[in-house]
């Protein structure tokens, strides 16, 4: 069973400029989860989608923003690029069911905003 | 505002010895505490996790032990391997009443080195 693919693996972005990074869940996950992590900040809940639908945010500004495609793929966008948003962006996969299930976290894409 | 403290940093353990990881919470709605091990390049993964009607849950070497009144939990791995050297975060959440995904609220992580 594949897990959870993100692309690209490294992105080297301009200050003011716009990213967008993808996210395929492991097959028959339905939600999926963002996080950034910075050796500062540790890693930091972004939002989560299920069904195509933001059901949880954190503490960002709005130029983070995410979406769900139906087939339970995501992307999330980052405008207006700060220097301070160079990070690893992970994105997590997991079934849906009663109780807490495991959330399978993919390698990453490293932003450098420079 | 931290709501999952962890510590220490850097831990440094001979090959065979016991590495203890310690962390501690603030919000009693928590009730779900993962573990998870990173390799440098590696996204997290799930090392061991337990809700807190248990006081200790253990997977081969590696031992939660939980203290709910205390607000605080621990992972203990026993004969540490070189292989075990990685980054090791503890994290906490509150179940999501639609059953699936949820915020995970991460420690700023420990730094394992195990010396053979």
């Known amino acids: 069973k594949a897990g959870v693919t993100q692309t690209p693996r490294y992105l080297i972005k301009t200050r003011g400029q716009q990213v967008t990074l993808s996210c395929s869940p492991i097959?028959?996950?339905?939600?999926v989860s963002w996080y950034q992590q910075t050796p500062g900040q540790g890693l930091q809940f972004l939002f989560e989608?299920?069904?195509?639908?933001?059901?949880n945010k954190g503490n960002f500004p709005g130029r983070f923003s995410g979406r769900q495609f139906s087939n339970s793929r995501s992307e999330m966008n980052v405008s207006t690029l700060e220097l301070g948003d160079s990070a690893l962006y992970l994105c997590?996969?997991?079934?849906?069911?009663?109780?807490?299930?495991?959330?399978?976290f993919g390698q990453g894409t490293r932003l450098t905003v420079v | 505002q931290q709501q999952v403290k962890q510590s220490p940093q850097s831990l440094i353990v001979q090959k065979g010895g016991i590495s203890i990881i310690n962390c501690a919470y603030e919000?009693?709605?928590?009730?779900?505490f993962p573990w998870y091990q990173q390799f440098p390049g590696k996204g997290p993964a799930l090392l061991i996790a337990?809700?807190?009607?248990?006081s200790e849950k253990k997977e081969g070497r590696f031992t939660i032990s939980f203290n709910k009144s205390a607000k605080q939990f621990s992972l203990h791995i026993m004969d540490s391997q070189p292989g075990d050297s990685a980054t090791y975060f503890c994290?906490?959440?509150?179940?999501?009443?639609?059953?699936?995904?949820?915020?995970?609220?991460f420690g700023k992580g420990t730094l394992l080195t195990v010396n053979p």
């Open positions: 997590a996969s997991s079934s849906v069911g009663r109780g807490h299930t495991e959330a399978f």
């Open positions: 097959s028959g996950h339905r939600s």
């Open positions: 989608y299920f069904s195509e639908t933001q059901r």
């Open positions: 919000n009693t709605a928590f009730d779900y």
């Open positions: 337990i809700r807190p009607d248990v």
């Open positions: 994290a906490a959440s509150i179940e999501n009443s639609g059953g699936s995904n949820y915020k995970l609220t």
